[in-house]
C-alpha cells in the first residue's frame, strides 16, 4: 500500500512538472512570434522610408 502511495505521489509531481514546462513553452512560444512580428514591422518601415526618399 506505501509503494502504491509513493508511485501516485510521484505520477502528480510528474504531472505537475508536464503542466510546467508546457506552460512555459507557450510563453516562449509568444514572444518568439511578438519578436518576429516587430522585426517585420520594422522592417516594412524601413522599407517605406527608402523607397519614398528614392
Known amino acids: 500500500m506505501e509503494e502504491r502511495d509513493s508511485i501516485l505521489r510521484q505520477n502528480a509531481k510528474l504531472n505537475r512538472d508536464l503542466e510546467l514546462l508546457r506552460h512555459g513553452r507557450h510563453e516562449r512560444r509568444t514572444g518568439v512570434r511578438l519578436l518576429y512580428i516587430l ?4 522592417a516594412g518601415i524601413l522599407l517605406g522610408f527608402i523607397v519614398r526618399n528614392v
Open 39 to 42: 522585426l517585420v514591422g520594422l
